[in-house]
């Protein structure tokens, strides 16, 4: 195998991944760096540098998995999410960065120092473990309803260290029972079952019981809202994510359920993302 520098593997390998990826470069960058084991300042420190045998092929199967549209984050087996490192697998969703604004509203609620937190479908764990990290004094509950996510969120946990965070197999609130939470949080499955956007990109191979819904996709969404009123503290709050175009519909349910303050906020991307309900009780 000829030698190649670093300089010239990021080039031939975006040029491969030009064809089939809308972000070349980046999944270029990210797959070479995996291979490396070096964070992202090194290949622009060392682009001269060349890569052993080993690392070149290694590069060559994991763009060519790419070009078969796998997700970067399958291949290299993590995603970062609020910074912080998630393991990640094909039992759950790949975290998004719009969920971040999730856990930036929940973290600026007014909640007692010791707060009783829930997180209902956790996949890998991230919001319940990116929050836990803010907070190390909530007490955090997270359950999955799929065996394969609770061993990845259980996973996430002890390689970020959060050992309080409880984490459960549950299909959504059953396991739950006469529990109270000052805040219910939750991305559950939103995406219509018939959406096209699903025969394309990273969707394709994630599963589908982390993704879609019934009812144009509001049957989890309405689901958790109705049931969470028997599992939330007076003066507790739900928080949930949702597709961009769903928000007003979501508002009118929390409405009709007897939620106040009933209120959508956007995403960095400026889209309708998170909607947050106060319950009276
Ligand atoms: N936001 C994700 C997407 O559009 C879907 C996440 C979800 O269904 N909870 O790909």
């Known amino acids: 195998m000829t030698r190649i520098t670093i300089a010239q593997a990021l080039s031939q390998a975006a040029s491969v991944l030009a064809t089939?990826?809308?972000?070349?470069?980046?999944?270029?960058?990210?797959l070479l760096l995996?291979?490396?084991?070096?964070?992202?300042?090194?290949?622009?420190?060392?682009p001269e540098r060349q890569l052993s045998d080993e690392q070149h092929k290694q590069l060559q199967q994991m763009v060519a998995r790419r070009a078969e549209g796998v997700p970067v984050a399958h291949i290299v087996g993590e995603r970062e999410f609020w910074s912080l490192p998630f393991i990640v697998n094909d039992s759950t969703l790949i975290p998004r960065p719009d969920t971040e604004i999730l856990v930036e509203t929940a973290l600026n609620l007014p909640l007692a120092e010791n707060a009783a937190v829930l997180d209902l479908g956790t996949g890998t764990g991230a919001i319940a473990l990116a929050l836990a990290h803010e907070r190390r004094q909530w007490q955090m509950t997270a359950v999955d309803n799929v065996s394969g996510a609770v061993e990845l969120a259980k996973a996430n946990r002890h390689n970020l260290q959060l050992p309080q965070v409880e984490i459960l197999q549950s299909d959504w609130f059953a396991e739950l029972s006469g529990r109270k939470f000052q805040l219910i949080v939750s991305n559950p499955p939103y995406i219509e079952e018939s959406d096209e956007h699903l025969a394309l990109g990273d969707v394709r191979f994630e599963p589908r019981?982390?993704?879609?819904?019934?009812?144009?996709?509001?049957?989890?969404?309405?689901?958790?809202a109705e049931h969470a009123r028997e599992y939330l503290c007076t003066g507790g709050y739900l928080l949930l994510e949702h597709g961009f175009t769903q928000g007003k519909r979501l508002r009118e349910k929390l409405n009709e359920l007897g939620y106040m303050q009933v209120a959508t906020v956007r995403d960095f991307g400026s889209n309708e993302r998170c909607t947050l309900g106060f319950w009276p009780g």
């Not at 995996?34 to 060392?46: D, E």
């Not at 982390?210 to 509001?218: D, Y």
């Open 209 to 224: 019981s982390a993704l879609t819904s019934g009812q144009q996709g509001f049957a989890a969404l309405f689901h958790i």
């Open 34 to 46: 995996h291979c490396l084991g070096k964070p992202r300042s090194f290949i622009y420190a060392w």
């Open 20 to 30: 089939s990826s809308e972000s070349a470069h980046v999944d270029a960058e990210a």
